[in-house]
Structures are given as structure tokens and as C-alpha cells.
T-cell receptor
Framework: DVKVTQSSRYLVKRTGEKVFLECVQDMDHENMFWYRQDPGLGLRLIYFSYDVKMKEKGDIPEGYSVSREKKERFSLILESASTNQTSMYLC??????????????FGPGTRLTVL | SQQGEEDPQALSIQEGENATMNCSYKTSINNLQWYRQNSGRGLVHLILIRSNEREKHSGRLRVTLDTSKKSSSLLITASRAADTASYFCATGNFGNEKLTFGTGTRLTIIP
């Protein structure tokens, strides 16, 4: 079974802090994604990566950066956390599109609260 | 704006009844997928239907796709309490690695 793990289920940080959210997948997937989920807005893509050291902006990249130094690990960084970044953060991974399995596999999520 | 819009936003039915959720989208797609999310958890993939398919089944799930109307429906038959969750449609586009998710339907099964 594909397993996507996220470093924390719950996280509380203060405004202005630098925050790291870590995601690891164990199925050698090329693609990895970071979403945030807010009530009434569904899932919105922040960044994704299709290879090591490669990244592309999603729909809402402002205030975030990412790092992918190894294939299995994709980190989301909030350089200076703000209260409007309080949200549920979901990481996902999948095989490169075009193959039979374009489905995404999700981690359990990190609920981040910024005070 | 969201590519996928689910309808209804919330649905409550009695256990044993069938549940139908709909998804509409705006642009051409390569595939459409449905996911389930239990409260406070990550999403779980349920089923994928490609743009050249019209209907697909998986256990108690039946998905239809009408590309002329840019819409899809998810039918859950003989619902169970464990089906209580939020359901999201997501569309994949040609030559694009990303999925675009809708805002979801919150399904509650009443025992």
C-alpha cells in the first residue's frame, strides 16, 4: 500500500515564525503536491513538484515555498506565518500522468493554527 | 474559480438508501476522479473515469460521465453509516499533472 506521511497532525505556531511541514511517500512517486483545505473552498493547490529539485506554483503560492531535495520528501515552508495561513494542509503524491494510475494518494493532513 | 462544483453541498439520507452526488466542470478533461474524506483526515481515492468512458462501477459505487454536459455523478447504493464523509470530484486535464478539486458534498447517513 502507498503510504504518505506528514510530520505532524496538529501544529500551533505564532505569527512571524518560520514553519516547516514535512511530507514523505514510500512508493517512488515522481509527483508530489501540497494543498490547503478551508471550509467552503475545497482543496487549493499551493505547489507541486514533478521531480527532485523541480517545483511549480499552484493556484495560491503566495507566502509559501517548497523544497524537494530527495524524491520521497517534499517540504512546505511558511517563511513568516500569518493568521490567514491557519488551515488544514494536505500532501499528496502520484505517478507521472499518462500512466494507468493518475490517482493521488494523500497523507492524513496537518491542521496548522497560527496565533 | 473551482473547476469542479459538487451538488448538493450537503446530503442526509437514511441508511440503506441510495445517495447521488453531482459534479459539474468547465473545461475539457482527460479524466475525472472521486475522492472521500472522513472528518479531519486525508482524502482517499474512490474511482477514476476517463473522458472516453461513460460509466464505471466499483462495488457499491457507480460513476457516470457526460462530457457533452461537462458533468459527472457518483451513486452510492445501499448506503451505510460508514459512508458518512465528504466527497470531492477532481478533474485532470490533458498534458497537465495537476488535479483541480471541487468544494465537496457532505454526506450524512442516518442509522
Amino acid at each position: 500500500d502507498v503510504k504518505v506521511t506528514q510530520s505532524s497532525r496538529y501544529l500551533v505556531k505564532r505569527t512571524g515564525e518560520k514553519v516547516f511541514l514535512e511530507c514523505v511517500q514510500d512508493m517512488d512517486h515522481e509527483n508530489m503536491f501540497w494543498y490547503r483545505q478551508d471550509p467552503g473552498l475545497g482543496l487549493r493547490l499551493i505547489y507541486f513538484s514533478y521531480d527532485v529539485k523541480m517545483k511549480e506554483k499552484g493556484d495560491i503560492p503566495e507566502g509559501y515555498s517548497v523544497s524537494r531535495e530527495k524524491k520521497e520528501r517534499f517540504s512546505l515552508i511558511l517563511e513568516s506565518a500569518s493568521t490567514n495561513q491557519t488551515s488544514m494542509y494536505l500532501c499528496a503524491s502520484n505517478l507521472r500522468a499518462g500512466g494507468p494510475g493518475n490517482e493521488q494518494f494523500f497523507g492524513p493532513g496537518t491542521r496548522l493554527t497560527v496565533l | 474559480s473551482q473547476q469542479g462544483e459538487e451538488d448538493p453541498q450537503a446530503l442526509s439520507i437514511q441508511e440503506g438508501e441510495n445517495a447521488t452526488m453531482n459534479c459539474s466542470y468547465k473545461t475539457s478533461i482527460n479524466n475525472l476522479q472521486w475522492y472521500r474524506q472522513n472528518s479531519g483526515r486525508g482524502l482517499v481515492h474512490l474511482i477514476l473515469i476517463r473522458s472516453n468512458e461513460r460509466e464505471k462501477h466499483s462495488g457499491r459505487l457507480r460513476v457516470t460521465l457526460d462530457t457533452s454536459k461537462k458533468s459527472s455523478s457518483l451513486l452510492i447504493t445501499a448506503s451505510r453509516a460508514a459512508d458518512t464523509a465528504s466527497y470531492f470530484c477532481a478533474t485532470g486535464n490533458f498534458g497537465n499533472e495537476k488535479l483541480t478539486f471541487g468544494t465537496g458534498t457532505r454526506l450524512t447517513i442516518i442509522p
